[in-house]
């Protein structure tokens, strides 16, 4: 989809700097990256902000059956697992 932005000198020097850097092969491809990468990190974030929000959400013995769940079944669950 092709549409028209108008950017800052600052932008626009950024946004070539970043092509170069990544090689990319036009400035679109390179803002494309750029908006790509902006995404993920939003997406990063939020899923960081729900898993803080339930830990905060449950009970300290919930907290510890899953400490214990961790620390004594994790480390075992990937054994019988074939590669």
């Known amino acids: 989809m092709k549409r028209s932005f108008t950017l800052t000198p600052e932008s626009v020097a950024f946004v ?3 092509r170069q850097k990544r090689r990319a ?3 679109s491809e390179a803002l494309d990256l750029l908006l790509r990468e902006a995404r993920l990190e939003v997406k990063r974030q939020e ?3 729900s898993i803080t ?3 905060d959400s449950i ?3 919930e907290r510890k059956e899953q400490a214990d769940w961790a620390e004594n079944t994790a ?3 990937w054994l019988e697992v074939p590669e």
């Open 25 to 27: 092969g036009s400035d």
């Open 47 to 49: 899923l960081e902000a």
């Open 16 to 18: 070539a700097d970043t």
């Open 53 to 55: 929000a339930y830990y």
């Open 75 to 77: 480390p075992n669950m």
């Open 59 to 61: 009970s300290d013995e």
